[in-house]
């Protein structure tokens, strides 16, 4: 035995159940942004907004190319050597590195040991063509004084309303992972506006506001520049 609905039951029941899903599928797309899932520099699978990807994948592309370039130049002109560029507020992993000459052959072997290659996955580094007895541009006096500027403990307080303390470069990592959170949540107000959701937009634009006054005044206490154009997201078509 089987009950029989009337025909505009049915169809009332299949547009709320289609209503349902087009709004769970607006919050889950909301939460969360549009995401890709790719391996990171220590081999782990991880989730990345689509705007961070593509702007990770130009900048490595772009110095894959020039670091390329730059390399034939020198074997053009018999060069033997590079040396890799310095910079304050160096992650740790290359801090060792940075400033030095290496040969081609030590280089090639630096780059293997390395989880993160110079020039790749958010680094700054990049490699100048030079002979191996070449003088570095930087003295030891300069290098020191880069490393203590990316050691240094800053202080500052988070989103949270807590008072952090914590290395110039991990401070860094901190701004990104913000400027990431920006970008996430001015995807979601995309999403709400093009859905038609205006309070939900509402709601996203000032939670966005905050985000970047956390972001600017915590980056003031901590005296490290801030990096706006990461905060950029793309529109939708």
Known sequence: DHQVFPDGMVVH?????????????????????????????????????????????????????????RGEQGRLCGMDAVEITAHATCAPDH?????????????AR?????????????????????WADSTPSQTPEELAEMR?????????????????????YEFTQWQRNQERRIRDEKTRRMLYEAAG??????????????????????SAQADVRTMPERTMVGTLA
């Open 148 to 168: 203590e500027m990316s050691e240094r403990t800053v202080n500052f307080t988070d989103d949270n309303g807590r008072s952090r303390s914590m290395s110039a």
């Open 95 to 107: 801090i060792d590195a940075q400033g030095k000459i290496y040969t081609l052959d030590a280089f």
């Open 13 to 69: 029941a299949l547009e709320l159940v289609d209503d349902a899903f087009h709004a769970h599928l607006q919050r889950q797309v909301g939460r969360n942004g549009l995401r890709i899932v790719r391996t990171d520099s220590h081999g782990r699978d991880r989730s990345y907004d689509i705007t961070g990807a593509v702007r990770q994948d130009v900048w490595d592309n772009r110095a894959r190319v020039m670091q390329q370039l």
């Open 197 to 218: 959701d205006a309070e939900s937009a509402r709601e996203s634009t000032l939670r966005v506001r905050q985000m970047r006054r956390t972001y600017g005044r915590a």
């Open 110 to 130: 630096l780059q293997e040991t390395l989880r993160r290659p110079i020039g790749f996955w958010n680094c700054r580094h990049i490699t100048w063509p030079c």
